[in-house]
Each structure stands twice: as structure tokens, then as C-alpha cells.
């Protein structure tokens, strides 16, 4: 099946741009989402289609996607961006079902 | 507004059945295909499967094959998570999520409820 792999944590000083990177088997090829979780709270979309973002959601978050590497980036990250952070696309192949990264730890020093 | 509201917690013994449910309003109930995710305590999300609330259609992950059925209540504009043989291990929070494609399956959830926590303990 297919599989996802995302770094556990990452930590940024406000302000500052945090990139967090998901990995997969030509993963440039499909289209990636975004979910931001917080504790106690039920998953937020932030990005989806790569890079598009829902309404609602401050531009200071983008996406991009090319070859074995999509990426969430957070600019001009605030205290309130601390969260966990997980990919999401849909496997095509035998099992054609949802897949999920392992989720980041943004932590905001 | 677009909402979904979960039933409330649970609290099950192993080798027994929870049914967890998802009220939906602001939309058109039938039109869009609803998820079901779940978040284990300290662990990732992991996606269950999906229901079609116009057919009744449903696609399980493989992992649940066999002890989970997901059903709907037109009338009630409602779906339904049952999770039958409860382990120590399905201990988590479980979520539904709409699909944001009217009318086809996009695999994008952008609607989500708020949880629904299950504790399986002896």
C-alpha cells in the first residue's frame, strides 16, 4: 500500500517560515491535501489540491507539490499555528483508499 | 451552515458493538459522500472507510474489513459508524467527515464533525 512519511516534529521561532515535508513513490502525480489538528479539536483542511486554499484559511499557508516531495509552508508563523500537521492523498492503486502521513508536531518556540 | 454533530462519548467492553453517530445539516444530505476517521490516543489519523448516503454504497480500509459497517438514515440526514468486536486498541476518537465532491468522490474532506470518543476497557 501506499505510504506517506512525514517528519514528527519541526519547530520555528514566530515569524519565521516553517516547512513541513511530505514524501512518497512519485507523490507529484497525485493531489495532496492538508489537515492542521489541534488537541481537543476535530482536523481543519488548510490546503488542498496541492496548493489551493479553502476560504477562510490566511495565506500565510501554501503548498506545492513535485516529485517525490509535497510541501505545507506557514509563513510569518504565529503562536497560534502550533499544531499537528498531516498529509493526506488517495492511493489509486490495488486498494484505491484514503491514505494519511504520520502527522508533524509544529511547535513554536 | 454546513454541520455535523457526532453522538456522545462511549464507553464499551471488549468483544462488544459501538454505533457512533454523525448528524448532518446546511446541506443536501444525499449529494455528498461522508467519511469515517478515527485518532488513537498519541497516534496519527487513520481513515475507516466511506458511505455513499445516496445509494447506501460504503468501502472499507482493509484494516476493518469485517467488523465495521457504515449505514445512513435518509430521513434523519444522518450516518451511521459501527464497530463491532472491540479491542482494547480501537480506543480513540472517531470523526466523520464530509467529502467535498457533490456528487462524486473526491477523497477531500472538508467538513468535519467534532468527535466522538470511544473507550474500550474491561
Known amino acids: 500500500s501506499y505510504v506517506l512519511t512525514q517528519p514528527p516534529s519541526v519547530s520555528v521561532a514566530p515569524g519565521k517560515t516553517a516547512r513541513i515535508t511530505c514524501g512518497g513513490n512519485?507523490?507529484?502525480?497525485?493531489?495532496v491535501h492538508w489537515y492542521q489538528k489541534k488537541p481537543g479539536q476535530a482536523p481543519l483542511l488548510v490546503i488542498y489540491?496541492?496548493?489551493d486554499r479553502p476560504s477562510g484559511i490566511p495565506e500565510r499557508f501554501s503548498g506545492s507539490n513535485s516529485g517525490n516531495t509535497a510541501t505545507l509552508t506557514i509563513s510569518r508563523v504565529e503562536a497560534g499555528d502550533e499544531a499537528d500537521y498531516y498529509c493526506?492523498?488517495?492511493?489509486?492503486?490495488?486498494?484505491?483508499?484514503?491514505?494519511f502521513g504520520g502527522g508533524t508536531k509544529v511547535t513554536v518556540l | 451552515q454546513v454541520q455535523l454533530v457526532q453522538s456522545g462519548a462511549e464507553v464499551k467492553k471488549p468483544g462488544f458493538s459501538v454505533k457512533v453517530s454523525c448528524k448532518t445539516s446546511?446541506?443536501?444530505?444525499?449529494?455528498?459522500?461522508m467519511h469515517w476517521v478515527r485518532q488513537a490516543p498519541g497516534q496519527g489519523l487513520e481513515w475507516m472507510g466511506w458511505?455513499?448516503?445516496?445509494?447506501?454504497?460504503?468501502d472499507y480500509a482493509q484494516e476493518f474489513q469485517g467488523r465495521v459497517t457504515m449505514t445512513r438514515d435518509t430521513s434523519l440526514s444522518t450516518a451511521f459508524m459501527e464497530l463491532s468486536r472491540l479491542r482494547s486498541d480501537d480506543t480513540a476518537v472517531y470523526y466523520c467527515?464530509?467529502?467535498?465532491?457533490?456528487?462524486?468522490?473526491?477523497?477531500?474532506?472538508?467538513?468535519w464533525g467534532q468527535g466522538t470518543r470511544v473507550t474500550v476497557s474491561s
Open positions: 467527515a464530509r467529502d467535498e465532491g457533490l456528487g462524486e468522490l473526491k477523497f477531500l474532506m472538508d467538513v
Open positions: 446546511g446541506y443536501t444530505f444525499f449529494g455528498y459522500y
Open positions: 458511505i455513499d448516503p445516496n445509494s447506501g454504497a460504503t
Open positions: 512519485n507523490i507529484g502525480g497525485k493531489s
Open positions: 489540491s496541492d496548493s
Open positions: 493526506q492523498v488517495w492511493d489509486s492503486g490495488r486498494d484505491r483508499h484514503v491514505v
